[in-house]
């Protein structure tokens, strides 16, 4: 006789999820997913298997934030191994070229401001990007030659936190469609020779960093409603937006989809992106035009 399937819940909020090493964020998904019941779950941002670090995990309504968490600024800390280049341009790639040269600290200090601002960047073969239809990695494992456009992407910083004749320690803090391996391999080229990350760790997302992060030990440790109680607030994914709080009669207005005028003395005019709020719970997503909240995403919480 067959065991019934657990009952799926309409749970909603974050689980930050500390992703561990060789582990897809596919998979890290489905486990949060199963371990709470979830009837619906999602990730704002893939980490590579071999990367560790922030990986937000929405479940229920807090999927409609997704989009605000990936748009968000994010730090990585990685590794430069020196002297080898491989085909993923991180350890997971075979070895295609070699080089003796290895940089010293103050040469590799000196081309980072090359690596700041909106730059140009082509991103690795072994990534997700579509091509005529296809993934990428897809058509790279498949021994086609992929070469991809480079694109602009924002590097807010990036600084040397130690440095070894081997390998040297990085942090950068960037924008959306920033491939840290790519950024090595470019580094390397910089300085004369070639490199592949050997480590890299997402240490922020958007409004997650390091210190909201979970282990999925701790979610499994835990039971019931302490389970329950690892999750942040959906509104937590809404950090970095402003919030405006409505009155019951606005509140029930937004809930059907319908824009509301703000009042009071201080209400905004206009703003691109903010959230509403009745009570502590996220209503909706939009914007403010003339003085008037206009609805994007509903909430039904």
């Not at 009837?39 to 941002?45: E, L, M, P, T, W």
């Not at 430069?80 to 991180?90: K, L, Q, S, V, Y």
């Not at 209400?267 to 909240?293: I, N, R």
Request: charged share 25%; aromatic share 6%; net charge negative.
């Amino acid at each position: 006789m067959s065991q019934p399937k657990s009952k799926k819940r309409a749970i909603s909020g974050w689980v930050v999820l500390n992703k561990p090493y060789d582990f897809t964020s596919t998979q890290a998904v489905g486990k949060v997913r199963w371990l709470l019941s979830a009837a619906k779950a999602g990730h704002a941002g893939t980490l590579d298997p071999l990367a560790t670090g922030i990986l937000p995990i929405a479940l229920g309504e807090a999927t409609k934030a997704v989009p605000q968490v990936q748009d968000g600024t994010k730090i990585y800390r990685f590794a430069i191994g020196w002297g080898r280049a491989t085909t993923t341009d991180d350890t997971e790639g075979d070895v295609i070229a070699t080089s003796d040269i290895r940089p010293d600290g103050a040469a590799l200090e000196a081309v980072l401001p090359r690596f700041t601002g909106t730059i140009m960047q082509r991103p690795p073969a072994f990534s997700a990007i579509k091509v005529d239809g296809e993934r990428a990695y897809d058509l790279a494992r498949a021994g086609e030659t992929v070469e991809l456009a480079a694109r602009p992407i924002d590097i807010d910083a990036i600084t040397l936190v130690s440095h070894g004749p081997d390998e040297s320690v990085l942090e950068v803090t960037c924008g959306k469609g920033t491939y840290v391996r790519s950024l090595a391999r470019d580094i390397a080229e910089a300085l004369g020779t070639v490199g592949h990350v050997t480590k890299l760790h997402r240490a922020a997302v958007g409004p997650f960093t390091d210190a909201d992060a979970i282990t999925l030990d701790q979610l499994e440790a835990a039971e019931g409603d302490a389970r329950d109680a690892l999750l942040k607030p959906v509104s937590a994914g809404l950090g970095d937006l402003d919030e405006i709080r409505l009155d019951a009669v606005q509140a029930t207005a937004v809930g059907h989809g319908n824009p509301v005028l703000l009042t009071g003395a201080g209400a905004p005019v206009s703003l691109d992106e903010c959230w509403v709020s009745f009570k502590g719970k996220v209503l909706a997503t939009g914007h403010v035009e003339f003085g008037q909240f206009k609805p994007g995403r509903v909430f039904n919480l």
